[in-house]
């Protein structure tokens, strides 16, 4: 084993990024040692290394939350040596380097081996928006929400939306920000798209809100866009903010919210598997297995070599709907 690890490391928040060599930590007990083969770059890695977290990194820090490897080390436990030797999905654990890195120290129970078939540089992307899109379509079925919208659709999370909501029998609004996306979704079945780059959009947001009333209200962006969206969804209904695209605050008119009886209730894919549970959260895990190659699959845009890691975030952020940027480790 080697001592030291190549790894992207950021020295301040919104800084840019840097390649150094770094001590590979000892092992504790239910941890695995993966050499990273691809890690993936998610909206949620442009939120930390812009410092918009809640929890702020103590830095010099390793970002990534996702990627992919082979499972190398154990330090000792039944699942941790049962990893061992296993290509595998994987994130990141609390408080630990993250996954943009030639070795990456996180628990057993966050590495997922791929099923056969599932390319490396698939399972980099394998956990996160697809475990997302699974528990979305969880919510709306326990909260019998027969209509649900989301924002930001464009890109692979909304693409999963949209195909799971047709096979589960589900209406989803999508909303885009221009006509090649909107194009996109219409190849893959949706049937309810705004295009928010149209000078008439907020009237038809409007409308289709009117007429479909979608209850279960999913927002990506935030910011200014969240007063849209107490301002168009009906009595009763759910407003659940999961990212912050805008990077802003979000203001809105809290009289409508009061008597609209609009809940607005965040979600975070670590805290849901948390309240859900184990159980639950390996049964969204198989179902995630199986349809990886179809409903849950990912469009790579491009493959880039770590050690360019400030040109893919450059054009991942540039990018983001046309598809997926991975770092390169191998």
Avoid at 82 to 95: E, F, N, Q, W
Avoid at 154 to 167: E, H, S, Y
Avoid at 313 to 323: A, C, F
Wanted: charged share 20%; hydrophobic share 40%; glycine share 6%.
């Amino acid at each position: 084993m080697k001592d030291t690890m190549l790894a992207v490391v950021q020295e301040e928040a919104g800084g840019l990024l840097k390649i150094k060599e770094i001590p590979i930590l000892g092992l504790k007990k239910n941890e695995v040692l993966v050499k990273m083969h691809y890690a993936s770059i998610n909206p949620s890695d442009l939120s930390f290394l812009q410092g918009s977290y809640a929890e702020k990194p103590d830095y010099p820090v390793v970002p990534g939350i996702e990627g992919s490897g082979e499972v190398i080390a154990s330090g000792g436990g039944f699942l941790a040596n049962l990893r061992k030797g296993k290509i595998v999905a994987c994130t990141k654990s609390a408080h630990n380097s993250g996954t943009w890195a030639e070795y990456l120290i996180t628990s057993a129970s966050n590495v997922v081996p791929l099923p056969i078939g599932i390319e490396t540089s698939a399972g980099a992307s394998m956990l996160v928006n697809p475990l997302t899109a699974v528990a979305f379509v969880h919510l709306a079925k326990q909260g019998a929400h027969k209509v649900i919208y989301n924002n930001a659709a464009g890109g692979a999370l909304g693409k999963m939306l949209v195909r799971l909501c047709t096979k589960n029998q589900i209406e989803i609004i999508s909303e885009v920000r221009s006509e090649s996306q909107a194009k996109d979704l219409e190849n893959i079945g949706a049937k309810q798209i705004i295009d928010s780059s149209q000078p008439n959009y907020l009237e038809k947001m409007e409308s289709v809100f009117s007429n479909l009333k979608p209850t279960l209200i999913f927002d990506a962006i935030c910011g200014p866009k969240t007063n849209d969206l107490v301002r168009f969804a009906p009595q009763n209904s759910t407003i659940m903010p999961y990212a912050n695209l805008s990077e802003d605050l979000s203001i809105y008119d809290s009289r409508l919210l009061l008597q609209k009886n609009i809940k607005i209730n965040g979600f975070f894919l670590s805290n849901y598997n948390k309240e859900v549970g184990i159980l639950k959260v390996l049964k969204n895990i198989s179902q995630v297995k199986k349809l990886i190659n179809n409903d849950l699959s990912t469009n790579l845009n491009k493959v880039i070599s770590f050690k360019d890691a400030n040109e893919a975030i450059n054009e991942y952020r540039n990018n983001m709907s046309q598809g997926k940027i991975l770092l390169r480790f191998q």
